[in-house]
């Protein structure tokens, strides 16, 4: 459903009009207000429009909101506007129907995530992709149409949309093209941010265009300090809002719960979450003795993401990993590398003959993962990490980090080691994967190590807890 005309214009020309009571005998429970009480049909007025939007946003079935759209059209209908309100009339319509439509380019929006820009549509998949943008007005629509496993019933996208900072929607998308409307109580100047927050491996979306009663929308300021995550199912929040024993969904993935969403937050940084779940540096779990194909992130790192499945849309079908990501959009000024879980499991799944040889090769693969990053990014900071769901493949890392800044003389590059989850404490997500206490006590220790290594100083006032 299209939201084009706010419901204010429907009934703008009933503004301070008599609202009688006995012509209309079609029961309609906005007819309630005395000819002369111009405060009380304002009052019905608002809320038959505040009903309608509040229908559309819930996505309620159509034809209910159209009932509810005929009764506030009905108000307008019986009673004529007097020569001496029209002005009031065109101030109202002006200021509050008139819906204008906007492409979601980074002249209009901030592009949060690795996201291109192609035909008219913005499309991304990764975690906690999507947009932010101001406007002065009351009300604007987001036009999201979906591949089609990111409405499938098993894996639906997760999105959330705060309204000035806070939550508005948080929920699945289950249609081909849906219409996410954010209505505010009052006009003025309101701040969007719209999220993608299951993963790539589970389904893209594009944002067909935004539309708003503002004449103009723009994007938020950058913040001063951008961070890169690379990770795996962990970085995902996988099953994040799930626990031990039961099947995951993208409906229990939340990667505004994961420690990376969590440690931007502390640092006030933009961020980009480049994070897969099952993958590797070197390989995930064996299933035929040897290296399971296409579970490395080094060699799709330079893409705009990757899905298990095709992205079929109605025009074709697509890619995220076929398509180039320009790394220039986004320069971090710190890359955290959590990767590693998956190696291990790698390793205990092949012959314990290959294991030292594989190891060499997974030490290797590291550095050289390093040396693309370095190149890419020629001051950032590189914080290596590993530990939430087990360090066993820690010291390799620290071997191939110092392999590689004896090498090279970087001195840019660290190592830390997080403490695995307190199962005992904070029990388990789903597949034995860090709930969201875990998430936050990782982002607590990195957030330190951060501070401790690079300097950086967080925010205190950021609450980061349940």
Sequence with gaps: M????????????????????????????????????????????DRCSNDYIACVRKNVA????????K?????????????????????????????????????????????????????????????????????????????????????????????????????????????????????????????KVSEAERGSIRINEISSDAKVIKPTAEEKLKIEFIGDSITCAYGVDGSLGEIFSTRTEDGTKSYAFKTAQKFHADYSIVAYSGFSILSCI???????????????????????GPNEFDDGVFQLQENKWDQQQFIPDLVVINLGTNDHTYFETIDPSKVPSETEAFIEAYENFLAKIRSLYPKTRILCTLGMMGQEVFPQIEEAVQN????????????????????????????????????IDATKELVGAIEDLFGWKSDPKVNIEL
């Excluded at 159509?62 to 759209?69: A, D, E, S, T, V």
């Excluded at 690795?114 to 629509?141: P, V």
């Excluded at 299933?287 to 296409?294: E, I, M, Y």
Aim: include cysteine.
């Design 2 to 45: 299209r939201l084009n005309l706010s419901i204010i214009a429907l009934v703008a020309a009933s503004f301070a009009a008599a609202i009688p009571l006995n012509k209309n005998k079609i029961y309609n429970p906005y007819f309630v207000c005395k000819p002369d009480d111009t405060k009380c049909i304002n009052k019905q007025i």
């Design 62 to 69: 159509r034809g209910r909101c159209n009932f509810i759209r």
């Design 71 to 195: 009764q506030c059209k009905d108000i307008s209908k019986y009673y004529p506007v007097t020569e001496s309100e029209e002005s009031t009339e065109d101030e109202i319509t002006e200021k509050y129907s008139v819906q204008n439509t906007f492409e979601p380019t980074k002249d209009n929006v901030k592009i949060i995530g690795r996201a291109n820009y192609q035909d008219g549509y913005l499309w991304f998949g990764l975690t906690d992709s999507g947009i932010e943008y101001s406007f002065n007005g009351r009300t604007t629509t987001i036009n999201v149409t979906a591949d089609a496993t990111a409405y499938s019933e098993d894996m639906p996208a997760r999105i959330i949309i705060y309204a000035d900072g806070n939550v508005y929607i948080d929920t699945v998308i289950t249609q081909k093209i849906t219409d996410f409307t954010v209505d505010f109580n009052r006009p003025g100047k309101h701040i969007v941010r719209f999220l």
């Design 286 to 308: 064996s299933f035929d003795g040897g290296r399971t194909p296409d579970s490395a992130v080094p060699p799709i790192y330079d893409r705009l993401g990757f899905s298990f």
């Design 404 to 439: 590689y800044t004896t090498k090279t003389g970087d001195e840019l590059v660290k190592t830390f080691k997080l403490s695995v989850q307190n199962e005992e404490k904070n029990g388990l997500g789903i597949d034995g994967h860090p709930n969201t206490q875990s998430q």
